[in-house]
T-cell receptor, first 114, second 113 residues
Framework: NAGVTQTPKFQVLKTGQSMTLQCAQD?????MSWYRQDPGMGLRLIHYSVGAGITDQGEVPNGYNVSRSTTEDFPLRLLSAAPSQTSVYFC?????????????FGAGTRLSVL | AQSVTQLGSHVSVSEGALVLLRCNYS??????LFWYVQYPNQGLQLLLK??????LVKGINGFEAEFKKSETSFHLTKPSAHMSDAAEYFC???????????FGAGTTVTVRA
C-alpha cells in the first residue's frame, strides 16, 4: 500500500516561476489537505478538500491554487513563486467519518525559491 | 476555533530518563487530540490519539498521553527514553465533527547517551 505519495521530493525555483506539487493517495480517503511547515510555526493549513470537485481555503491560502478532479489526486499550484514560499510542503488525507479522521501524511516536498 | 500550545521548543533528555512533552489546548467544544512524530527528513506519523473514550491513551513506541479536561492538557510521556526517540513531536487538535487539524509549533527532542 503506497499511502500518500508526493512528488517531487525537492525543487528549486526562481522568483516568478510557477509549478505544481503533486499528491496522490490510494486509500479512497474523502479528505485531502496541504500544509506548509516552517521552523517554529508547526504545520499551517493551506487548502483542503472534502471530495472531488470541492475545495476550500485554510489558514494560509494566498499564492496557492488547488483542484480536486478525482478522489485520488490533489495537486497544489504555485502561481508565481516568491521567496516567502520557501518551505516544506506536506499533503495529508483521511476519511471524514467521525472517529476515522486520522490523517496520513506524505513524505513532503522541500521547496526553495531563489 | 481550536488551538494548541506546546511548552518548550527543545527538550534534551538522557537515555533511560523520562520524556515529558507538554501540550495545552484551547477549544470551545469537546476536542479530538493527537500527537504526531516527525523523524528527520520524513513526514508525520501518528503516535496516539484521544477521541473521547479512555482519558489515558497508549500509543506506539511506548508513548502515552493523558487527557485532563480540568487542565485543558494532553501531555505526552515515555518512561524511558531511547536514542531512537530523537525527533520532532507535534500536538494537534480538531473538533469532533471536523477533520481540519490545528498544530502546535512542535518540540524537538534530543537524547543524550
Amino acid at each position: 500500500n503506497a499511502g500518500v505519495t508526493q512528488t517531487p521530493k525537492f525543487q528549486v525555483l526562481k522568483t516568478g516561476q510557477s509549478m505544481t506539487l503533486q499528491c496522490a493517495q490510494d486509500m479512497n480517503h474523502e479528505y485531502m489537505s496541504w500544509y506548509r511547515q516552517d521552523p517554529g510555526m508547526g504545520l499551517r493549513l493551506i487548502h483542503y478538500s472534502v471530495g472531488a470537485g470541492i475545495t476550500d481555503q485554510g489558514e494560509v491560502p494566498n499564492g496557492y491554487n488547488v483542484s480536486r478532479s478525482t478522489t485520488e489526486d490533489f495537486p497544489l499550484r504555485l502561481l508565481s513563486a516568491a521567496p516567502s514560499q520557501t518551505s516544506v510542503y506536506f499533503c495529508a488525507s483521511s476519511y471524514t467519518e467521525t472517529g476515522k479522521n486520522i490523517q496520513y501524511f506524505g513524505a513532503g516536498t522541500r521547496l526553495s525559491v531563489l | 476555533a481550536q488551538s494548541v500550545t506546546q511548552l518548550g521548543s527543545h527538550v534534551s533528555v538522557s537515555e533511560g530518563a523520562l520524556v515529558l512533552l507538554r501540550c495545552n489546548y484551547s477549544s470551545s467544544v469537546p476536542p479530538y487530540l493527537f500527537w504526531y512524530v516527525q523523524y528527520p527528513n520524513q513526514g508525520l506519523q501518528l503516535l496516539l490519539k484521544y477521541t473521547s473514550a479512555a482519558t489515558l491513551v497508549k500509543g506506539i513506541n511506548g508513548f502515552e498521553a493523558e487527557f485532563k479536561k480540568s487542565e485543558t492538557s494532553f501531555h505526552l510521556t515515555k518512561p524511558s527514553a531511547h536514542m531512537s526517540d530523537a525527533a520532532e513531536y507535534f500536538c494537534a487538535v480538531s473538533d469532533q465533527n471536523d477533520y481540519k487539524l490545528s498544530f502546535g509549533a512542535g518540540t524537538t527532542v534530543t537524547v543524550r547517551a
